[in-house]
């Protein structure tokens, strides 16, 4: 079951960082949400989701 839960992570943790490379944002912030979501990837996922650059697609 740990497996599932890290792969999960893992695919929501690469979902982010695309989405954040996707954005209008400067590199330095690009990679400073980039950079927490790698070393915190849980916590770091969490505080994307509310706080961080969401993609422009379109």
């Known amino acids: 079951m740990g497996y599932l839960f890290g ?3 893992f ?3 690469v ?3 695309a989405s954040i ?3 209008n ?3 330095t912030t ?6 927490l979501v790698v070393i ?3 916590v770091g996922l969490i505080i994307w989701w509310f ?3 969401k993609a422009n697609y379109g």
């Open 15 to 17: 979902w982010a960082i």
């Open 51 to 53: 706080a961080g650059p």
């Open 25 to 27: 944002e400067t590199m």
């Open 21 to 23: 490379i996707n954005t």
């Open 40 to 42: 915190l990837p849980v």
């Open 7 to 9: 792969i999960i992570i």
């Open 11 to 13: 695919a929501l943790d």
């Open 30 to 35: 690009k990679l400073m949400w980039i950079a």
